[in-house]
């Protein structure tokens, strides 16, 4: 499980590094992977300091820090 976990913290940088900024809901529909999978790589990431999470107009959206 950890692998999946790593290697969708690895696609979710990967996405942010070239698109920028974006939703939660646009990364999943745009990457395809599970949403379950996209929470777990994001708290990865987080708990790294990697990305930032913020509420913009009622979205939840994350960025690279």
């Given at each position: 499980?950890?692998?999946?976990?790593?290697?969708t913290a690895g696609e979710i940088w990967?996405?942010?590094?070239?698109?920028?900024?974006?939703?939660?809901?646009?990364?999943?529909?745009?990457?395809?992977?599970?949403?379950?999978?996209?929470?777990?790589?994001?708290?990865?990431?987080?708990?790294?300091?990697?990305?930032?999470?913020?509420?913009?107009?009622?979205?939840?959206?994350?960025?690279l820090t």
């Amino acid at each position: 499980m950890s692998e999946i976990v790593g290697n969708t913290a690895g696609e979710i940088w990967k996405y942010l590094d070239k698109n920028g900024a974006t939703t939660i809901a646009k990364l999943t529909r745009e990457t395809k992977i599970d949403e379950k999978n996209i929470q777990r790589g994001i708290g990865w990431l987080a708990q790294e300091g990697k990305v930032s999470l913020e509420i913009v107009n009622r979205a939840e959206t994350i960025s690279l820090t």
